[in-house]
């Protein structure tokens, strides 16, 4: 081993830290695969002459980061690399641009997050002091999750040793390989102490119930999570009302008394509020329903969506009519013939994006506690069905972290699965439940929701396009190993801690099972903020733009690149300032010469691919996802109704638990502009803009992502 002369280097903060021959033979090599495609001795020479002028220069004293990158650059140059020498001047040029934004963010990144992660950061996650300064890095915050959640293991171990478990959950956290849903960063180890994204609260047919929903709606936003409601049981507009000798005013108006109070609320002062609001197909005031997002500003703060039963389609293969029955009474008055709702439903989700369609009997053939109750909503996003009270702690596995040249790391993968399980399943028992009923049926059922992110970076790192068959069968072949894992993982957990509560009669018991930890164990949501933390697409979404400008802080913009695709065009040797600011036009690589083929063809974004691919990709994912799918169908501007019908049909016939469709521009205000902005929307901009916490899916401005 080699004993040189320069022990210590100062980084660019002050500190000083142990000499490394490697940084500086990676950082050479890397030059030289951008220039060549391969190297062989060529960095070891180089890094040996540019450490034998460093001790000469400096012997004796601390040399900087700078010290040591000038000597490597003129090492270079004078080894007649001149376009190794380019790269590697480049690649150090972006460098000292990112340090410079992060600077303006003033955030101490140990991490080495993205600017805009900093960024989100800042405005949401990391503790403030009371005069709103910021009192925590990034780091710390990982810290404080992983210490909180990891205490959980010494209610069933008294000798547990919570400190290795700590510093697992804290590795995989601070390493990005998984983080779990935004109110466990945010609140864990706080007073507010509630870890849940996701909830669904009941109402019924009485103005008390109706009124505790929303108390019960306002403590939950405040502290972080979402809500879920199905509006079906409420009687219809006109109905008698016996107590007053009135009429009732019916779902709607209720919907926009929540939504006002939801604006009102502003989630816990970092979280805006979101509601999924959900009516049965067969309610009388279900035309109501369906156009209730028409006028722009209504019911800015929901989701909605029809709940649709396997029988509706039937009747509308037929052609035929469906009757309309009064919940109150469960009597038929009226009827709808089935082709014209489907056509109301298809034409407002075209106008406006909503509603969407939530596939009622294909979530209740699914619902692991059928005996505990039927399920009737979803949390905001739809990946979450829930029984009334229930509420659901999720994380995200980042599939990038476990792709190494060209190949998924199934083995590791694994490893990361079971600890999220764990640490999910620790949620349960340190959570600051908000209503007892919800601490109540939470810890009988046990549900948790784990899933990924960064899947189509994924699938370039492997070489497979996304709308391709490979996509759709590497796409399946890894969900199916999550979930037999994340299983295996429970079953584990079962045994040593117990089954959750409603085990016996539940679904698992029914196929054999004799352990079961969880009542669910997978679930793909849309990963949003912890997607930008992360540095990678939300989901199971494909990249929404290759090159963009991100909106910060204070009106600040910066130019944003995908960094799976920053890294191909830097190792490939086309990576220019110019040519990033050109992609950033469109978004898109559609016409993009100075970029090889094969890479235009990998790189594709959402509005690029087709939309039954997006249907096909949700479809394979929700086969082995024991809870729902995230995802939205991106459609052009010039898609037609038509166009939504069959999305609607193909997602009913590949079983999919629900459906949403986002036609661009089809909203006032959204927080993706791409090529094309109407004049009405906003001013023409010269590039595509996305708002600091857009990580792709839906681009309305009102969507919870």
Known sequence: MTAFKIKKIRKRDGRLVDFDFGKIKNAIHKAIIAVKGRD?????????????????????????????????????????????????????????????????????????????????????????????????????????????????DRFYNKKANITKTEEEFYRMMASLEFLPNSPTLMNAGTSIGQLSACFVLPIEDSMISIFEGMKEMAIIHQSGGGTG??????????????????????????????????????????????????????????????????????LKNFNISVAIPDSFFKVLKAGGSFPLRNPRTEEKVGELKAKEV????????????????????????RNPTPKVGRIESTNPCGEQPLLPYESCNLGSINLTKFVKQGRLDWDRLRKAVVHAVHFLDNVIDINKYPIPEIARITKDNRKIGLGIMGFAEALIMLGIPYDSEKALKIGEEIMRFIKKEGNEASIRLGKERGSFSNFKGSLWHKKGYKYMRNATVTTIAPTGSISIIAGVSSGI???????FIRDVLEGTKLLEVNSVFERVSLEMGFYSRELMQKI???????????????????????????????VKMQAVFQRHTDNAVSKTVNLPRDSTVNDVKKIYLLAHKLKCKGITVYRYGSKPEQVLYTGYIPEEMVAPLEHVRAESEYAGGCPAIYCPY
């Open 541 to 547: 979404e494909p990249i929404f733009a290759i090159s």
């Open 584 to 614: 950033a036009k469109t978004g898109t690589l559609k016409g993009i010469r100075e970029v090889p083929a094969k890479i235009r063809k990998l790189f594709v974004t959402a509005l690029d691919i087709s939309p039954e691919w997006h």
């Open 229 to 298: 409601f199905s509006f079906s049981c409420l009687r219809p507009r006109g109905d008698v009302v016996r107590t007053t000798h009135g009429v009732a005013s019916g779902p709607v108006s209720f919907m926009t008394i929540y939504d006002e109070a939801t604006d009102v609320i502003k989630q816990g002062g970092r979280r805006r509020g979101a509601n999924m609001g959900i009516l049965s197909i067969d309610h009388p005031d279900i035309l109501e329903f369906i156009s209730s997002k028409e006028k722009g500003d209504m």
């Open 342 to 365: 489907f056509n109301l439903i298809a034409t407002q989700a075209w106008k406006t994006g909503d509603p969407g369609i939530i596939f009622i009997d294909e979530i209740n053939r």
């Open 40 to 152: 062989g001795e060529g960095a070891r020479k180089l890094t040996h002459r540019a450490v034998e002028i460093l001790e000469k220069k400096f012997a004796g004293k601390i040399p900087t980061v700078e010290n040591i990158q000038d000597i490597v650059e003129g090492v270079l140059i004078k080894s007649k690399e001149a376009k190794v020498a380019k790269a590697y001047i480049l690649y150090r040029q972006l460098r000292t641009e990112v340090r410079e934004a992060k600077k303006f963010v003033g955030v101490s990144d140990e991490l080495k997050l993205s600017v805009n992660a900093l960024a989100v950061l800042k405005k949401r996650y990391l503790l403030k002091d009371e005069k709103g300064e910021v009192i925590e890095t990034p780091a710390e915050l990982i810290r404080r999750a992983a210490k909180t959640v990891a205490a959980a």
